[in-house]
């Protein structure tokens, strides 16, 4: 995991003060490269491309995340009733989970594209 790393301001935002980017503006919206993606404020690895999938709503999303990469926090911002998901590392905000997702899982990791960083697998 990296430190140190220098955020523009719309990460910066998003990550410290629980921003979010337009829908359908994200350069991982509709991204299906195959690798990793990490967290774009320490790089601990979030989410695997096998994860991922389109469900229409403007942001990447994953049904599943790696196992103990992310926490989950209760968000009651702007009268809703929403579960924040940041990062298990360095506790910045990620997006948001919700329980429609059309997977096994059930579940709709619905994340900022600034959040993140991508990693392409290795060809061999």
């Known amino acids: 995991m990296q430190k140190n790393r220098?955020?523009?301001?719309?990460?910066?935002?998003?990550?410290?003060h629980r921003g979010t980017e337009p829908a359908f503006s994200g350069k991982y919206?509709?991204?299906n490269e195959e690798?990793?993606?990490?967290?774009a404020g320490c790089g601990n690895?979030?989410?695997t491309s096998e994860?991922?999938?389109?469900c229409g709503c403007g942001w990447p999303s994953f049904d599943a995340a790696i196992l103990g990469s992310v926490?989950?926090?209760p968000d009651y911002n702007y009268g809703m009733n929403r579960t924040e998901v940041c990062c298990a590392n360095c506790?910045?905000?990620l997006g948001h989970?919700?329980?429609?997702?059309?997977?096994?899982?059930?579940?709709?990791?619905?994340?900022?594209?600034?959040?993140?960083?991508?990693?392409?697998?290795r060809k061999n």
Do not use: W
């Not at 690798?35 to 967290?39: D, M, N, Q």
């Open 97 to 121: 989970i919700f329980d429609d997702g059309p997977t096994v899982t059930g579940n709709r990791f619905c994340i900022n594209s600034l959040a993140l960083e991508f990693h392409p697998r």
């Open 91 to 93: 506790h910045s905000h």
């Open 35 to 39: 690798g990793i993606y990490v967290c």
């Open 71 to 73: 926490r989950m926090v």
């Open 51 to 54: 994860q991922k999938f389109d």
């Open 45 to 47: 690895p979030l989410f």
């Open 6 to 16: 220098v955020l523009t301001a719309e990460q910066y935002n998003i990550l410290h």
């Open 29 to 31: 919206y509709q991204f």
